[in-house]
């Protein structure tokens, strides 16, 4: 025999927060999700080959927190990660990589870029762009994102404008 449960709202015992709630046409809303889009405000000049981007300006940030250039999720979990980087004079023919740092470490190395004369646009502003699955412990677990650029230093990164500037966005797609 079935049985019916009728409820308007689901929480764990002890907790003063929704896990989700159901409305009248028996839909399921998840609870507030942990999410962010953090980005460069202005430009990071004479780059060295190895390094971090700047974050400091928020759009957006739900149960995270940014500091320092770091991005602390509160709950813990798989995070989905974007990141898109904008680097300008980059020499020809050789590598730089998007990196997504985890505790201050490498955790992941996304797109691989080497610049050609077929692809070079004036004035040598490239875009970087990669995705990441990341598990953080919603505690102590940060994320940053850097890179290394090929060939140098004293590059650019970023620019003066929101539309093109570095972005970092990320948001929970499993907690633990």
Not at 131 to 143: A, I, M, Q, R, T
Request: aromatic letters at 10%.
């Amino acid at each position: 025999m079935a049985s019916i449960l009728n409820v308007d709202k689901v929480r764990a015992t002890g907790s003063t927060t929704d896990g989700f709630t159901v409305n009248s046409n028996g839909s399921v809303s998840p609870g507030n999700l942990p999410c962010w889009d953090v980005w460069e405000n202005g430009q990071q000049n004479n780059v060295q080959s190895n390094f971090v981007v700047n974050f400091s300006e928020t759009r957006f940030i739900h149960d995270a927190t940014l500091s320092n250039n770091r991005i602390t999720p509160a709950v813990a979990g798989v995070y989905s990660v974007v990141t898109t980087i904008r680097i300008d004079s980059l020499n020809l023919y050789n590598n730089s990589f998007i990196h997504l740092l985890k505790n201050g470490s490498i955790h992941q190395r996304g797109i691989e870029f080497v610049p050609n004369s077929s692809n070079a646009v004036y004035p040598k502003l490239y875009t970087l762009q990669s995705s990441f699955l990341v598990e953080v412990n919603g505690s102590s677990d940060y994320l940053q994102i850097g890179g290394t650029i090929g060939g140098g230093n004293n590059h650019n990164i970023g620019y003066n404008d929101i539309r093109f500037a570095n972005h970092f966005q990320g948001f929970l797609v499993r907690a633990a």
